[in-house]
């Protein structure tokens, strides 16, 4: 017994002290980024927040990034809880940063409740972070249409399956509806899931964070005034 420990207490509450200690110690020990990553120069920084993220995006991806599409999208869930989850990036145009998903799925009903979301980007490749905050747009059944045909047939019928976050309770229960929705897909290739909807993040502030192995973080903020944007830096 460790003296943080009393009898009767469960063991699994409080990890043995020397335990706690090489975790602590394991998880400092763990690699984060390349010695040498690139300073980001915020006396010659773009004027909207598009730009830099693209060309983060592209640098990061060249440098090998995997899935560096891959974005933590938070949302207010069930019981003003926070929620997140990773979604993929789709697109970026004036209508913002835009992902797909169930407009049924708990978080389509969150951004129906409430159309504010915070998304975050993590790139360790070259010690990077990006993070958005603003209003999201559910886009037209046009803009869903056309994402929807874009997949392969796999993804349109798991898509058609639904019932994303539903609590399955026989594995046979998915693979009958699968088939079912590729068979549907085979009778009418058209056809796309009213459900499926493509949303649109429009930051109101975007925030890139540079790290670096040598010296001080570096912080840009953009937010959004009227049409245009004010920059400025951060404190690490
Ligand atoms: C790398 C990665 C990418 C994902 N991309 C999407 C996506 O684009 N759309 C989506 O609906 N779910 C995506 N998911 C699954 C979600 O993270 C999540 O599990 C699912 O959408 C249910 O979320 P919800 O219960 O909050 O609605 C992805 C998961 C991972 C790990």
Redesign the pocket.
């Given at each position: 017994m460790t003296p943080e420990s009393s009898p009767g207490s469960s063991p699994a509450a409080a990890p043995p002290a020397d335990q706690a200690n090489s975790l602590r110690q394991w998880l400092r020990s763990l690699p984060m980024f390349p010695a040498a990553l690139p300073p980001l120069d915020v006396a010659a920084l773009p004027t909207t927040p598009d730009e830099l993220f693209l060309r983060w995006l592209r640098e990061v991806a060249a440098a090998g990034q995997p899935?560096a599409r891959?974005m933590t999208l938070a949302t207010r869930g069930d019981d003003d809880m926070p929620?997140a989850?990773?979604?993929?990036l789709?697109a970026l145009d004036e209508h913002g940063w835009q992902?797909?998903?169930?407009a049924s799925?708990?978080?389509?009903r969150a951004l129906a409740a409430h159309p504010f979301a915070a998304a975050t980007y993590f790139w360790p490749v070259l010690g990077r972070q990006v993070r958005l905050t603003g209003p999201v747009l559910r886009l037209s059944a046009d803009a869903a249409a056309r994402d929807f045909r874009e997949r392969s047939e796999t993804a349109r019928a798991s898509i058609l399956v639904g019932h994303?976050?539903e609590v399955l309770a026989a594995p046979d229960a998915y693979q009958a509806a699968f088939d079912r929705a590729r068979n549907a897909l085979h009778d009418n290739p058209a056809l796309v899931d009213p459900e499926w909807a493509v949303y649109a993040l429009a930051p109101e502030r975007v925030e890139f964070w540079q790290g670096s192995t040598t010296g001080p973080q570096t912080r840009a903020l953009y937010q959004r005034v009227g049409a245009s944007w004010a920059i400025s830096t951060l404190y690490p």
């Open positions: 899935a891959v929620a989850r990773n979604v993929l789709t992902f797909a998903t169930h799925s708990p978080k389509g994303q976050s």
